[in-house]
């Protein structure tokens, strides 16, 4: 008995509490049944109303602490620091409001916070750097761990390793919105500590997001609890469609093909590397809206409504509506505490500069080399001599400028690794490229296509280098691809009126061709994104760098065409279920929307059998090792 008591209520390392997990579920149901009879007896005596939603705030805070030291131990602690941390500032933000300590407060509010994730985060990455600068031997102290040991008998925990707290920057990027709402009055500071702590630690969303702004969760505290028969329906539909993009979608393309290329990416041909890295970008989209779908869904079963995470980023025509689809509450943060500080689409600040000169710092650390410094560099300095000399550009280019910088930065967040900003990098090129290419008039895409097509081409006759293949065989494809929109421009401005029919066709071809193009380069960014993940931090750099490399020459090496038939074939399901997640996704919305709302109107009765015959299905793909959620390590 007493081992059962243990495995339920102790930590295990070696089993977190995961959402595909059946512990979950039984955690799930005895957590809901007492919920419901809190709202039971609270119904009964509608005088208390307001202790019942005080009681089912604190039970569900204190439930939330339970999940999160089942998925992290004694990091726990970090969680209670953070909440009683910023609760106190807030107050005193408030009570100092119109004076400049209130500024002071939220400036140290922002230091604690990005503190601590620069200490969890960051510390492998700072010990390297003064290593490499100064020619030490530190190693990193984890101080928690030292602290710690101080309180157990037998020193338990590692010190000389820092472990990330599962969902850190999730939950810190959570406070910080609030500290910086109380202090431009968005909202007001919340006055009892455990109502804030339950929205800082509410655990459908606690781990991996989405990020919740306080002034979107927190009025639901105070408002009656409501679950109408349409949004129960609504709430199991998202249970069970996460759990089937990440278990049967996510887990099965990760197991079966993508982690056997990416771990030895020279065992495999150029065509199922790139046939991989394709798989990858459904893989961790399946994974990470798969986790949203299901924290949406938990949520709501308790009343309580989550932001929209996701809004198939694969539909996109462009980087820019990418990122307004993909991963949609951490681009909300980003634009409102990073890039409009920065100076948004205004212009450039001191922020902009400083933040300049430390990621060139950063980039000279990371790869030891002076020009991806002065690249960097250069740029920031071309773009300001181009806004001071030319004055009618010059809002276009600081925001191109910020968004750089906050398409870096994001880069950097993920992980203190080259590859990763090397990813940021590339997103935040496409944006500013997209933006340039959008105001250019027909002929000079044409010509802009047909230099650098030409100009890929002759590199690659010259130094025969497979990345300058791989560019060369992508920029072709644009080139045709551009020709032939070019080529509908020049008849369209021949003809004097064109028919309604040709008109809708040259719009749905010129659409889905800017859809393949945008899949397409968001997938080759993610080859330096996945590189970097799942690593340990003290070798990422290098195990990151040697990955990618070796994916880029495979890919844009020399292809054997007769395997590629042979490899369809053996690997047909994951081929399969490749196009069946890419037809579900390029589904319309409306008919995704009236599948949703059908689901949700059927007869109980039904509805229970078609619960029953998913989970059924669902359970033939759980793998042996089960596969963690991919965003629980940023």
């Not at 807030?90 to 604690?112: C, F, N, T, Y």
């Not at 949520?299 to 980087?319: C, E, R």
């Not at 450039?348 to 080399?369: K, P, Q």
């Not at 007769?562 to 399969?576: A, D, G, K, N, T």
């Amino acid at each position: 008995m007493s081992d059962i008591l243990r495995n339920i209520f102790m930590y295990d390392t070696a089993h977190p509490l995961l959402f595909t997990q059946f512990y979950f579920w039984a955690f799930f149901a005895v957590v809901y049944a007492l919920f419901a009879l809190i709202m039971e007896i609270g119904a009964k005596q509608s005088a208390a109303a307001r202790g019942r939603l005080h009681l089912r705030n604190v039970f569900l805070m204190a439930v939330s602490w339970f999940f999160y030291y089942k998925t992290s131990g004694i990091f726990l602690l970090i969680l209670a620091f953070v909440t009683l941390s910023d609760w106190l500032i807030a107050q005193r933000i408030d009570a100092h409001r119109g004076h400049p300590a209130a500024k002071a407060w939220l400036i140290a509010s922002v230091v604690i916070d990005l503190g601590l994730l620069a200490y969890f985060k960051y510390a492998y990455f700072f010990t390297n750097m003064l290593n490499d600068m100064f020619g030490t031997a530190f190693h990193v102290f984890d101080i928690f761990a030292y602290i710690g040991n101080g309180f157990s008998e037998n020193g338990r925990f590692m010190v000389d390793t820092i472990i990330l707290p599962v969902g850190i920057s999730f939950y810190l990027f959570q406070v910080i919105s609030y500290t910086a709402d109380v202090y431009h009055g968005r909202i007001k500071p919340v006055r009892n500590i455990l109502d804030f702590g339950f929205y800082v630690s509410f655990f459908p969303q606690l781990v991996a997001g989405p990020i919740v702004r306080a002034s979107e969760f927190i009025p639901q505290l105070y408002k009656p609890f409501h679950l109408g028969r349409r949004q129960f329906g609504i709430a199991v539909f998202w249970m069970l469609n996460g759990l089937a993009k990440k278990i049967i979608l996510s887990d099965y393309l990760a197991v079966n093909l993508i982690d056997r290329v990416f771990d030895n990416p020279l065992l495999f041909s150029g065509f199922e590397n790139l046939f991989a890295l394709f798989a990858y970008s459904m893989q961790v989209y399946a994974d990470f809206s798969g986790y949203t779908d299901i924290a949406i869904g938990v949520a709501m079963l308790m009343g309580f409504y989550l932001p929209k995470n996701f809004d198939s980023p694969y539909k996109s025509q462009n980087p820019q509506e990418f990122w307004r689809r993909w991963h949609m509450s951490l681009s909300r943060w980003l634009k409102t505490y990073l890039y409009i500080p920065l100076g948004g689409n205004r212009e450039a600040t001191f922020g902009t500069y400083f933040w300049i000169a430390l990621i060139a710092l950063i980039a000279l650390v990371l790869t030891g080399s002076w020009i991806a410094t002065a690249v960097i560099g250069v740029i920031g300095l071309t773009v300001a001599l181009v806004a001071l000399t030319v004055p009618s550009h010059r809002k276009l280019l600081y925001a191109n400028l910020n968004s750089f910088i906050v398409m870096l930065l994001g880069g950097l967040w993920h992980g203190a690794s080259w590859n990763f900003m090397i990813w940021g990098g590339l997103n935040g090129i496409g944006m500013i490229l997209n933006k340039f290419w959008r105001i250019m008039n027909w002929h000079i895409r044409m010509a802009a296509m047909l230099v650098i097509t030409a100009g890929f081409y002759v590199s690659d006759m010259i130094w025969a280098l497979p990345v300058l293949h791989m560019f060369r065989m992508w920029t072709l494809i644009l080139c045709a691809g551009t020709l032939i929109r070019y080529i509908a421009f020049l008849c369209g401005k021949c003809s004097t009126r064109l028919s309604k029919a040709n008109d809708y066709l040259a719009q749905t071809i010129g659409s889905a061709w800017a859809v393949l193009q945008t899949f397409t380069f968001i997938t080759f960014t993610r080859l330096f994104f996945r590189s970097s993940s799942n690593l340990d931090p003290e070798t990422a750099n290098q195990v990151a760098w040697e990955t990618a490399t070796n994916m880029v020459n495979q890919i844009g090496g020399a292809w054997d065409s007769s395997i590629i038939l042979p490899f369809m074939w053996e690997y047909r399901y994951v081929v399969i279920m490749f196009l069946m997640g890419m037809v579900i996704h390029w589904l319309p919305t409306k008919f995704k929307q009236w599948y949703r709302i059908n689901f949700a109107l059927m007869p109980l009765w039904l509805m229970v059998l078609c619960v029953v015959a998913a989970v059924i299905i669902i359970y033939q793909f759980i793998t042996a090792d089960m596969q963690p959620f991919i965003y629980f390590q940023f």
